[in-house]
């Protein structure tokens, strides 16, 4: 029942970003930003039973640490954008991509943790 309850969740994540148009999420400084803190945040707290729960942890964390440095980098105009409507609209959006990746990342584990602490 699990993985047919996270491959429903997937789907509807993965329609939904599909009819936006998925190269909008792909950012590749975004997705090792958050990974890289989920295994860190993970180790952290040195718990191997609890190791996909602590990830997926880590990965909402830092999701939301890289939402916050690319609100900074975008408010101390890092990019050039600050008023410019074009450039606006796309720095935005890829400062909320690690908290996108963040919390699917995070629901992945869920799975992977229920199912191995089933086993």
Known sequence: M??????ICLAI?????SSVGIHLYNDFMSLTFVLGGA?????LKSETS????NFGDGAVYFGWLG???GLVAIAGNAFGAWGSVEKMGPALAVSMLPLFYGYTVRLICMAVGKAKSAE
């Not at 994540?13 to 970003?17: T, Y």
């Not at 609890?50 to 729960?53: H, I, L, N, Q």
């Open 50 to 53: 609890e190791m996909p729960r």
């Open 67 to 69: 939402l916050l440095v």
């Open 13 to 17: 994540i993965l329609g939904a970003v």
């Open 39 to 43: 295994l860190g945040f993970a180790l």
């Open 2 to 7: 699990k993985y047919a309850g996270i491959a």
